[in-house]
């Protein structure tokens, strides 16, 4: 329904630091909760973190809680996941969803539209 896509992924070291970006080319995210998944090989897809449409809720994983943080620039049409201290375990793909809703976070909602993802790997 929203065409996403996400940069910033890389090749980092433990401890290390990225920022993710998800942006929606020709159309705006206003009205949409945000969220960034992350697929580790051989895994299934799992919420990260999510925002509300307003920005005001946000929702997280507990084992990236201390280490993550979701934001969201209006302005700029642009969602953010800044991810600190990097562990290899974080490693795989980081997708960018949306769905229409103007309420709380919530990791565990179906989203609805999915960006092709960016790849994180943390390696020494």
């Known amino acids: 329904q929203l065409r996403l896509v996400e940069s910033g992924g890389g090749l980092v070291q433990p401890g290390e630091s990225l920022r993710l970006s998800c942006v929606a080319p020709?159309?705006?995210?206003?009205?949409?909760?945000i969220g960034w998944f992350h697929e580790a090989p051989g895994k299934e897809r799992e919420g990260v973190s999510c925002?509300?449409?307003?920005?005001?809720?946000?929702d997280y994983l507990n084992s990236v809680k201390d280490r993550f943080t979701i934001s969201r620039d209006k302005g700029k049409n642009t969602v953010y996941l800044q991810m600190n201290d990097l562990r290899p375990e974080d490693t795989g793909v980081y997708y960018c969803?949306?769905?229409?809703?103007?309420?709380?976070?919530?990791?565990?909602?179906?989203?609805?539209?999915w960006g092709q993802g960016t790849q994180v790997t943390v390696s020494s």
């Open positions: 925002i509300s449409s307003s920005g005001l809720s946000t």
């Open positions: 020709g159309s705006t995210l206003d009205g949409y909760e």
């Open positions: 969803g949306a769905r229409s809703y103007w309420g709380s976070a919530d990791c565990e909602a179906p989203y609805t539209s």
